[in-house]
């Protein structure tokens, strides 16, 4: 039977459509600040399919969702939609609609401007840009950013890449070990073709020395084999777990010395072949 994580909040009738379709489904009782967190999180979720509906049929029917989402924030804060209209024209009369669909790529100011504090605040948000001009070309470093430049510029490497990797995108995984709803420990990595590589795996002091870690390992690499992987990678410090991995299997490929204030770093693998 599979088992799937959901962890998000439906609507009112999806209960009842799961039961009749012989679903069988674990709830939970939210609290009232719990309930707030679902709900802007299922509003993240909608208006993530607002901006990505095709057609206008589809933008519709995920402007309804979102609709349906401000409702319940707004009953369980007890705002009224009233008290948002007005603050909508008070908004308005200051700064402006959205009518015009006015863009802004950059801004300028003197070092000390009040603008700066934008970026320290959200530093993600609005990334420090540093510019400078070589044969024509404009270059920009942003400082403290992901944006849809980091996207493209990845999308580019793979498919630079695709004639020697294949085209197919690697598949993101995570582990998490919760303890009465209390995140315990976990893993995360991907997987590319035949390579699984770890990017982390972690285990709360409380529950180390106790199985944990060799529990985490024997599912990953079970995980791992079942996708068709043959070796699993993972990097570790000399002050976290090298010796750890050694012991269940893994030996260590690369040492680099000095890699982040003085620490060793090795990258490990395990052959998962003969297991």
Not at 12 to 40: C, N, R, T, W
Request: charged share 30%.
């Amino acid at each position: 039977m599979a088992k799937f994580r959901f962890e998000k909040i439906v609507r009112d009738k999806v209960p009842q459509i799961l039961e009749v379709q012989g679903i069988h489904f674990v709830q939970k009782e939210l609290s009232a600040p719990e309930k707030i967190k679902a709900l802007k999180d299922k509003l993240l979720e909608e208006s993530q399919e607002v901006h990505e509906a095709s057609s206008p049929q589809d933008l519709l029917e995920e402007i309804a969702d979102v609709a349906e989402v401000l409702d319940a924030i707004l009953a369980q804060s007890q705002i009224t939609w009233e008290e948002v209209n007005l603050a909508r024209t008070k908004k308005n009369e200051k700064s402006g609609a959205f009518q015009k669909s006015v863009y802004i790529k950059t801004v300028e100011a003197e070092d000390g401007h009040p603008l700066e504090s934008f970026h320290y605040e959200s530093p993600l948000k609005y990334p420090r840009l540093h510019s400078s001009e070589k044969d024509g070309i404009e270059i920009m470093l942003h400082e403290n950013s992901f944006t849809p430049l980091d996207e493209e510029i990845l999308k580019r490497l793979r498919d630079f890449n695709a004639p020697y990797f294949g085209s197919e995108k690697a598949q993101n995984f995570t582990l998490a070990a919760h303890e009465n709803d209390v995140l315990i420990g976990g893993a995360s990595g991907f997987i590319k073709q035949e390579s699984c590589f770890l990017n982390v795996v972690f285990v709360d002091d409380s529950h180390r020395k106790k199985g944990q870690g060799q529990a985490f390992m024997k599912i990953l690499e079970d995980f791992a084999k079942s996708k068709g992987c043959t070796k699993l990678d993972l990097e570790t410090f000399e002050f976290q777990a090298p010796a750890f991995y050694e012991k269940i299997g893994f030996r260590v490929l690369t040492t680099t010395k000095n890699w982040l204030r003085g620490q060793t770093i090795y990258l490990m693998r395990k052959n998962l072949k003969d297991i």
